[in-house]
Structure formats: C-alpha cells, structure tokens
C-alpha cells in the first residue's frame, strides 16, 4: 500500500525465537452473529480459493481517535475470524514496526496475528521486506557501508522469515519496485540506491533459504493492466528466474476507484505471468468512490463498486494459480482511505457498522458460483 512513513511507537524487544503458542491447534471458527457459515465469504469459497483481509492496526490509525482495532475491537475481530481464511498485516510486519531500532526488533503484534490465524484455521500473507516507505530513521538516516547495509538486511529478512517458518503461506518480498514508466526506484529505495539492482535477487534467495515453503512474491500497485510497469514486472522475474532465483508469484494490489475506468485487460495480465508458471494474486483491493456532501454513497456508485469487486474477483477466479485475493480490510470504520484521499471513501464491503454492502453480497455470490 502507498503510504507515509509514520513516527515508530515505543516497543520491548522480543525474543527471537517462535514461541509456543504461535503453533495453537486451530480451534472451531467464530460465525458473525445472525449469520450461518454458508452465508460468509469463506464460507462461499471454493476449495483451495483463499479470501483475505488486511488486519487492521499501525499506519494511520495511530492518530485516529480509537485504540487499535485488531486488538481492542471484539465485533471486528468476530468477523475477521468468521468471513476470511486468510489475512495480512496492514502495517505491523513493516520495517519500522517490527525492526524499530536496529538490532531491536518488536514481534509481539505480528505474532498476535499469526496466532489468531491458527486459532481460527487462516493462513497469512506476510507484508512486506524489502520497500522504499515505512522504513525506520534509524535505517534510512544511516550511515551505513554498503557491506553493512546488505548484512542489516539479510539479518531482517533471515529472522522475519525464519521467525515464522511453517506461518506464513506467501511473502510480499520486493514491494514496488518500479515506478509507473518501468524504471526501477533507485533514487527513494535505499537498498536498490545503495546496493544496486541485484539485491533484488539476494532478497528473494534469503527468505527461500529461511523459509524454503513459503511463496515469495513481488507485489506492486498500479500494475492490474498490460502496461510499462508490468512488463517491468514480467522483463524482471522472466530473467530471475533464468537465473533460478526462487520468485513463486506476482500481484496486484488493486486500489480502484470508480472515479476512473476498471482495468478491463486484468485477467489477461495475470495471464501473462501465469504463463511462467507463477502464482497470482489480488493483495489490496478497495474500491473507493468521491462521496456526496451527505458522505453517503448513492445506490448508483454502490452499484459500480460492486460490479468493480466482482470484475476483479472474477478475473482472479479466471486465471490458473490465481488463488488467493486479499481486500485491504472490511469495513469503512478503519479504512485507509479518507486518510490518504481527500473527499472519497466507502472503499470496503462494509459499513462502519459491519452492515454488509452490495460488494459484499456480489463477492459471496460470485465465490459460491464457483464452488
């Protein structure tokens, strides 16, 4: 996700090696009330087609007026367990959340979310480790050798992975990259400013070598279409992979707006890396709209946002290997959104009140047509 760099909280160190209760049995899973397990968005989905969320917590909810949701909001937690079987970090497995200080790094709410994900039978999707934004002062005011620098990285990658070997299904590796005209970040990346483009690879070596079961992925916004940026994509990983980096997938995050036109060539995009034999997936869709002076969206723009979270949902179910879709969180009343994009919201499939939108409805239905 685009995001600014926040002040990093105050945190303990951790210890660095997987405590026990992150390997809980998995216990039965909580139904949103008034709803049977049928009538969830896992619950509708076929076998082995994984629906997520983002987990809501850091970023820009640290200067909102309520305590962190994930672990202070028990209706949301309820349904996060109930409608997802799979979820994401929205910012606490960021750099300048789990690594604040250098040789400190602070676990504890990452693990809480590894830990709610096996109590309730979800897998993870691990965000992210090598990134221009959300990096610590410590690392990015450095006066760091570039030996120094690749040995503090390689460090972070090989105790984050190895942290949660076994944990985390796929792992946002290298997260945007490039910019939209296909040219690689070297002036904001610090590690592609200061160590050069095949760090890139030396990244996705690293956390194949700490956790050799988990996907490793790039991930980028801004590449749903054929375009300059995703054939960087589809230049780069073609060639790391002649080179037998261990590159698994590619992804789209998917931050719509109907204020624009929806990404009619998705599906034969993702095609296209499909086609190299990789995993796709849809990582951090929303849907966000201009709303009126009400701030209540009308049923006109509720429609079009449906019909865009059922086009993409679509194209995913369309594409071999394209099993996992994430929408970055699920309810208005922690969206990202409003914070970052003055004037539009409604991103989600539900209310600030959990009450479920049409988007919702169209994600369920097209899951269980499916099955």
Same mark, same amino acid.
């Given at each position: 996700m685009k995001s600014i760099r926040l002040a990093t909280a105050v945190v303990v160190a951790a210890a660095l090696s997987v405590p026990s209760t992150l390997v809980a049995t998995a216990a039965p899973v909580d139904r949103t009330p008034?709803?049977?397990?049928?009538?969830?968005?896992?619950?509708?989905?076929?076998?082995?087609?994984?629906?997520?969320?983002?987990? +809501?917590?850091?970023?820009?909810?640290?200067?909102? !007026?309520?305590?962190?949701?994930?672990t202070s909001d028990q209706p949301y937690r309820r349904v996060l367990a109930a409608e997802f079987d799979s979820v994401s970090a929205e910012n606490q497995m960021k750099w300048e959340y789990i690594h604040p200080e250098r040789g400190t790094y602070n676990f504890g709410m990452a693990d809480k979310i590894v830990r709610f994900a096996k109590q309730h039978g979800q897998v993870v999707r691990g965000h992210t480790l090598l990134w221009h934004s959300q990096n610590p002062a410590w690392l990015e005011q450095g006066n760091f050798t570039a030996a120094g620098l690749r040995s503090i990285l390689r460090d972070h990658i090989k105790r984050v992975v190895g942290r949660y070997k076994g944990s985390i299904q796929q792992w946002d590796v290298a997260n945007e990259i490039f910019t939209d005209t296909g040219a690689l970040r070297t002036t904001e990346n610090i590690w592609l400013r200061e160590l050069g483009p095949g760090i890139i690879a030396d990244a996705f070596r690293w956390a194949h070598e700490a956790?050799?079961?988990?996907?490793?992925?790039?991930?980028?916004?801004? =590449?749903?279409?054929?375009?300059?940026?995703?054939?960087?994509?589809?230049a780069l990983?073609?060639?790391?992979?002649?080179?037998? =980096?261990?590159?698994?997938?590619?992804?789209?995050?998917?931050?719509?707006?109907?204020?624009?036109?929806?990404?009619?060539?998705?599906?034969?995009?993702?095609?296209?890396?499909?086609?190299?034999?990789?995993?796709?997936?849809?990582?951090?869709?929303?849907?966000?709209?201009?709303? !009126?002076?009400?701030? =209540?969206?009308?049923? +006109?723009?509720?429609a079009?946002? +449906?019909?865009?979270?059922?086009?993409?949902?679509? +194209?995913?179910?369309? =594409?071999?290997?394209?099993?996992?879709?994430?929408?970055?969180?699920?309810?208005?009343?922690?969206?990202?959104?409003?914070?970052?994009?003055q004037g539009e919201g409604a991103a989600t499939v539900m209310g600030d009140d959990f009450s479920r939108k049409p988007a919702y409805t169209a994600l369920r239905n097209t899951l269980a047509a499916r099955r």
């Open positions: 008034g709803h049977s397990a049928k009538d969830t968005l896992r619950g509708a989905a076929p076998k082995g087609f994984h629906i997520g969320t983002a987990v +809501a917590g850091g970023g820009h909810h640290e200067s909102q !007026p309520y305590p962190d949701p994930f956790d050799p079961k988990a996907k490793l992925f790039f991930n980028d916004y801004g =590449v749903e279409s054929v375009n300059a940026k995703s054939d960087a994509y589809l990983i073609t060639q790391l992979r002649a080179q037998h =980096v261990p590159v698994d997938g590619f992804s789209a995050q998917s931050h719509l707006s109907i204020r624009y036109g929806f990404p009619g060539d998705l599906e034969t995009n993702l095609k296209r890396f499909s086609a190299l034999g990789l995993k796709t997936a849809i990582t951090e869709l929303d849907v966000r709209m201009d709303l !009126p002076e009400s701030g =209540v969206p009308t049923e +006109a723009q509720l079009q946002q +449906a019909d865009y979270y059922t086009r993409t949902l679509t +194209a995913c179910l369309n =594409v071999r290997g394209c099993d996992s879709f994430t929408i970055w969180g699920f309810t208005d009343k922690y969206s990202w959104v409003p914070v970052f994009f």
